[in-house]
């Protein structure tokens, strides 16, 4: 079955402690993505990555870092966490130069900071 | 820069009636347009997309989308709703050439019986 796998599903830490929430796809996708959910905000980019070592910054970067060593993986570090990114995080994937096809998402990862 | 406005943050339906979901975009260029659903603890899925040609597109679950380019609107219907149609519904929005999609803020249907 062609799905985007995150892990892990629900998450909760402390202020400071280091995190990584993994992120693979089986479609051979060139294109992955990581976005926040926010009530009241809708879904905001934070990293993108259009092939193997290859990433850039969305709309909200801060606190994050992404690597992409692998094509079917993408985690998700958060070096420091702080309140402030407990949210509601998607990994999506497509292939590459065809924006018609559409994001396949992951179900999300539901982090809470304390 | 493409944005999508999804002005109803919140939209109660009984069971049975018609629904219209209202999505609004901006882009100077020819766009792509895609209604993503969300149910309760899950991902996001795919509903319908539109990319060129009838601008009525139809849908997964019996919901259906018009793309009106001189109202720059892509608004979702649907006859008659079930309770199962319950959840956040996304509008998004990308370009020929362009790989990000950039969404609305979400509308919650709630069908209640």
């Known amino acids: 079955e062609a799905q985007v796998t995150q892990n892990p599903r629900y998450l909760i830490t402390v202020t400071g402690k280091k995190l990584t929430v993994t992120c693979s796809q089986n479609m051979n996708h060139e294109y992955m993505s990581w976005y926040r959910q926010d009530p009241g905000l809708g879904l905001r980019q934070i990293y993108y990555?259009?092939?193997?070592?290859?990433?850039d910054k969305g709309d909200v970067p801060e606190g994050y870092k992404v690597s992409r060593k692998e094509k079917r993986n993408f985690p998700l570090i958060l070096e420091s966490p702080s309140p402030n990114q407990t949210s509601l995080y998607f990994c999506?994937?497509?292939?590459?130069?065809?924006?018609?096809?559409?994001?396949?998402f992951g179900s999300g990862t539901r982090l809470t900071v304390v | 820069a493409q944005s999508v406005t999804q002005l109803d943050s919140q939209v109660p339906v009984f069971e049975e009636a018609p629904v219209e979901l209202r999505c609004n975009y901006s882009?100077?260029?020819?766009?792509?347009l895609f209604w993503y659903v969300q149910y309760p603890n899950q991902g996001l899925q795919l509903l319908l997309k539109y990319l060129s040609g009838s601008t009525l597109v139809k849908g997964i679950n019996g919901f259906e989308a018009e793309f009106n380019k001189s109202q720059t609107s892509f608004h979702l219907r649907k006859p008659s709703v079930h309770i199962s149609d319950t959840a956040e519904y996304f509008c998004a929005v990308t370009i020929s050439g362009f790989q990000k999609l950039v969404f609305g803020t979400g509308t919650r249907l709630l069908v209640s019986p």
């Open positions: 990555s259009m092939n193997v070592e290859v990433t």
């Open positions: 882009s100077s260029v020819s766009v792509y």
């Open positions: 999506a994937s497509s292939p590459r130069d065809r924006p018609y096809y559409g994001y396949t």
